[in-house]
């Protein structure tokens, strides 16, 4: 975790591998694999690190979380909603499964139910633009002009906030 956070994607994927040559069924190993494979855009790979790991791991939710993830990039959309089922069935604190089963639901062609998936996912971390802009697609969607320009004045403001802290210090 500590070479991810660093930025060293690959010594990280090392490490997890040499831990799992010592300790096969060391949770979290295939985990860590499977994010840097999804960091290198390798979602192939990605499923079958997290897929080990769910076997390893069945009860760890951000597991089912890159699972719902992985299947969105695959295009695998009812495999993704049913990860992403059993993540919010394990763990409704993180907002990142609302907001990904907000995306499956948008791609699915359900707004409505994208909606609340997004609403609920607003109201936890207000401050997330994708929530804002995955909101504004599925009320565009329901033909809701007013929410949907309330929504992308909503992303704007927090990129330019975002923008304005990313500033180096005088």
């Given at each position: 975790n500590m070479l991810m956070q660093?930025?060293?994607?690959?010594?990280?994927?090392?490490?997890?591998?040499?831990?799992?040559?010592?300790?096969?069924?060391?949770?979290?190993?295939?985990?860590?694999i499977g994010e840097v494979d999804l960091f290198?855009?390798?979602?192939?790979g990605a499923l079958q690190e997290?897929?080990?790991?769910?076997?390893?791991?069945?009860?760890?939710?951000?597991?089912y979380d890159r699972l719902g993830d992985v299947y969105i990039h695959l295009g695998k959309y009812q495999e993704a909603q049913e990860a992403l089922t059993k993540a919010l069935s394990l763990d409704t604190s993180s907002t990142g499964p609302f907001i990904l089963m907000g995306k499956v639901l948008l791609l699915r062609g359900d707004a409505q139910t994208s909606s609340m998936y997004?609403?609920?996912?607003?109201?936890?971390?207000?401050?997330?633009?994708?929530?804002?802009?995955?909101?504004?697609?599925?009320?565009?969607?329901?033909?809701?002009?007013?929410?949907?320009?309330?929504?992308v004045d909503m992303v704007s403001k927090i990129h330019a906030a975002e923008r304005l802290t990313l500033q180096p210090a005088q």
């Open positions: 660093a930025n060293l994607p690959e010594l990280a994927r090392n490490a997890a591998m040499q831990a799992l040559k010592l300790t096969p069924q060391l949770p979290l190993a295939h985990f860590m290198k855009s390798d979602v192939n997290f897929e080990q790991e769910r076997a390893i791991n069945p009860a760890y939710p951000a597991t997004l609403r609920h996912a607003e109201k936890m971390d207000p401050n997330n633009y994708i929530t804002h802009a995955l909101l504004s697609q599925a009320y565009r969607k329901m033909g809701d002009e007013e929410d949907t320009k309330r929504e």
